[in-house]
């Protein structure tokens, strides 16, 4: 069974940068991040494969956020520069069954309880 917890998250100024954690607990393999912002459904971020070798990411945060892994430590990262008001949502991990990098929700079986990331203007 696979637990994942998140932080990071908090309030930042248009411009500014966060870097997210996600700890896991148990085997994991590919691993992705989604968010949620207000009156949204769950949105693909980034994601990241079982290697670490090979990442994915929504067209809204390429060249901005970065997803990496620290296999030894079992936690993954979003590394989030020039952070935009839209940015604003509920951050979720999710950890998925297989080693290739996934962009849907239906692909990952376990989640955190997401961390809060609000981009001030």
């Known amino acids: 069974q696979v637990q994942l917890v998140e932080s990071g998250g908090g309030l930042v100024q248009v411009g500014g940068s966060l870097r997210l954690s996600c700890a896991a607990s148990?085997?994991?393999?590919?691993m992705g991040w989604f968010r949620q912002g207000p009156g949204k459904g769950r949105v693909f971020v980034a994601a990241i494969n079982w290697a670490g070798s090979s990442t994915l990411y929504a067209d809204s945060v390429k060249g901005r956020f970065t997803i990496s892994r620290d296999s030894a430590k079992n936690t993954i990262y979003l590394q989030m520069n020039r952070l935009k008001p839209e940015d604003t949502a509920v951050y979720y991990c999710?950890?998925?069954?297989?080693?290739?990098?996934?962009?849907?929700?239906?692909?990952?079986?376990?989640w955190g309880q997401g961390t809060q990331v609000t981009v001030a203007s």
């Open positions: 999710a950890s998925s069954r297989t080693n290739t990098a996934q962009t849907t929700p239906e692909n990952y079986f376990a």
């Open positions: 148990g085997r994991t393999f590919s």
